[in-house]
């Protein structure tokens, strides 16, 4: 028994490491099929839903946001943080012209009011983005870090307003009991 166990090492080599090509080419072979299926879980994914052209702007816009949010104070990394705050002023645009998927489910009259709502909301974020531009091309990390947390207040609000879970997606309606069971402010 002594005898087998001292071989078991030289064995495992002799005897598995040849069939490694094979397993990792039939492990790489699978890889992607899977990652081609449309990307679920996460913000709005959840339900095996794919995100829409909206959720997938605005996450760019938190992507780049949270990276900004640790780096803008760095004078070395000022033209990166530049780059970001363009990136999220061009995601902030693309998503402007875009429908949320929150306003296919509205009536016209609500569904043209929730659209005027979103178009506001996007506005004041385009303009906040605007004011965090300068204050990191001038070097104000004051000014930066306010209008980074009027951004982040901004989201929180909006996304209220309209409805939007803060990983994305529409909240589901309120069932009438539970809306008389909430306190009115």
Not at 51 to 65: A, E, F, L, N, W
Not at 67 to 90: G, N
Not at 91 to 103: D, F, I, N, Q, R
Request: proline share 6%.
């Amino acid at each position: 028994m002594k005898l087998i166990c001292s071989f078991a090492p030289v064995l495992f080599a002799t005897l598995l490491l040849p069939l490694a090509p094979f397993f990792l080419t039939h492990a790489l072979a699978q890889a992607p099929a899977e990652s081609a299926s449309p990307r679920v879980g996460g913000p709005g994914g959840a339900g095996g839903e794919a995100h829409s052209p909206v959720q997938k702007q605005m996450g760019i816009i938190q992507r780049d946001y949270r990276k900004l949010t640790r780096q803008y104070a760095d004078p070395a990394q000022k033209s990166s943080s530049l780059d970001l705050v363009a990136e999220m002023q061009k995601s902030a645009e693309t998503a402007k012209g875009l429908t949320p998927s929150g306003a296919d489910k509205k009536s016209d009259a609500e569904k043209s009011k929730y659209l005027d709502t979103y178009k506001k909301d996007l506005d004041a974020l385009l303009k906040e983005i605007g004011t965090l531009k300068d204050a990191i091309d001038a070097g104000e990390k004051e000014k930066a870090k306010a209008e980074l947390d009027k951004i982040g207040q901004l989201k929180s609000s909006s996304h209220k307003e309209l409805g939007v879970k803060m990983g994305g997606g529409q909240k589901p309606s309120a069932s009438p009991a539970a809306a008389a069971a909430s306190p009115q402010s």
